[in-house]
Nanobody, 124 residues
């Protein structure tokens, strides 16, 4: 198991941008972000493979073309650049990682480590 330290979040107007970061304390196979809005179920946002030679990414349809996930492998850090933000992006965003085994298909990945969450609020 690894510890996750995430930072970022805040309040921004619709159309604005925000960047989140997350640092893992050790090796991970993949890392990404989930979010949960009030009254809604938790949903996966983006994920990136971190433990292999090749890098793969997967995005939820709702954020494709607007969000970009990236990594700095030397620093065990992943980033989520969020552009063209919409009010429906308002949620608590959680960094997540899988350190206990291969991730398999990224669209169905199952994290085993979670960050504390950070609030993202997008106003109209």
């Amino acid at each position: 198991q690894v510890q996750l330290a995430e930072s970022g979040g805040g309040s921004v107007q619709a159309g604005g941008s925000l960047s989140l970061s997350c640092v893992a304390s050790g090796f991970t196979y993949c890392m990404g972000w989930f979010r949960q809005a009030p009254g809604e179920e938790r949903e996966g946002v983006a994920v990136i493979s971190t433990g292999g030679y090749s890098t793969y990414t997967y995005y939820a349809d709702s954020v494709k073309g607007r969000f970009t996930i990236s990594q700095d492998r030397g620093k065990n850090t992943v980033f989520l650049q969020m552009n063209s933000l919409k009010p429906e992006d308002t949620a608590i965003y959680y960094c997540a990682a899988r350190s206990g085994g291969y991730c398999g298909a990224l669209r169905n990945w199952a994290p085993n480590d979670w960050g504390q969450g950070t609030q993202v609020t997008v106003s109209s």
